[in-house]
């Protein structure tokens, strides 16, 4: 289960650095951010891990289902205890904040590719993000009394969808376009790429319809899991399988590809910024 947590975090972060990367200057070496990233995520997952693993062990049985409230109560009064309130609320305070930026860029991209725009206004990214937020807060205050364990089970459930989506983009970036995308061309449904792309779009949803059978979950637990032994191993079979399926039928079906990395001009971006 850690193992599976952890790979989960992993590729959970994928957007926040799609997100990110694209303000870093054009000449930062790949390696950089790639160790950047690599270093942050596995030095934060690995601290909380281990935190988590020796409350367990000194817990014993009084941890499963009171995770949070134990560890808050090693520290129940002084120093400790207001270091780890602290630390807890601008934990929440970064990742809320992440998050909902990325859930406005990723509703600001379906936008804007349905419309054919490559910007939007200030008043509707205040807007998608004024509605995320209020939303996700009520479905965490309907769910309070057994959100985190609903939660913990919907994140591992939500792992089967990204799990595709993450080796379709490593696969495409890597071995079909080799980084040589048209930018301009991403939001231009009459360009380069078309509106859809069916050989990715039928890819992610065979990508998610395979791993189905290998998961498990609180809410849903797949036919092949308990000759497994209970062991979820759908993020293993998804990232391989849609893996060599996109990367079979890219070369069946090829898609355009351009000869370089094509960025937005400076007038283009000039021109987006004053639009917004």
């Not at 379906?110 to 419309?115: D, L």
Request: charged share 10%; with cysteine; glycine share 10%.
């Amino acid at each position: 289960m850690q193992c599976h947590s952890q790979h989960h975090g992993k590729i959970a972060f994928g957007p926040y650095v799609a997100d990110y990367s694209r303000y870093l200057p054009t000449k930062t070496p790949t390696i950089k951010a790639f160790l950047a990233v690599g270093s942050g995520t596995v030095i934060g997952t690995q601290a909380s891990m281990i935190l988590g693993v020796f409350a367990a062990a000194l817990a014993g049985n009084a941890f499963a289902g009171h995770e949070v409230a134990y560890i808050v109560g090693l520290g129940s009064t002084g120093l400790i205890a207001a270091l780890l309130y602290i630390s807890i609320f601008f934990g929440k305070v970064t990742i809320t904040a992440l998050n909902a930026y990325g859930s406005f860029m990723s509703m600001a991209a379906i936008f804007c590719g349905f419309r054919g725009k490559q910007q939007i206004s200030r008043r509707q990214r205040l807007f998608f993000i004024i509605l995320m937020v209020s939303f996700s807060t009520a479905l965490g205050l309907a769910g309070q009394h057994s959100f985190l364990k609903l939660f913990s089970a919907f994140l591992l459930f939500l792992l089967a969808f990204f799990t595709p989506w993450s080796a379709i983009n490593l696969v495409d970036y890597y071995w079909v376009t080799k980084g040589r995308y048209d930018v301009p061309q991403l939001s231009n449904p009459n360009g380069r790429y078309g509106r859809w792309n069916k050989v990715g779009i039928i890819t992610y949803v065979i990508g998610v319809m395979i791993q189905l059978p290998f998961i498990a979950t609180g809410f849903y637990t797949g036919p092949l899991v308990e000759k497994l032994g209970g062991v979820d191993i759908s993020w293993i079979v998804g990232l391989v399988a849609t893996s060599i399926i996109y990367y079979a039928a890219i070369k069946i079906w090829p898609m355009s590809v351009a000869d370089r990395l094509i960025l937005p001009s400076s007038n283009e971006i000039l021109d987006s910024k004053s639009a917004n």
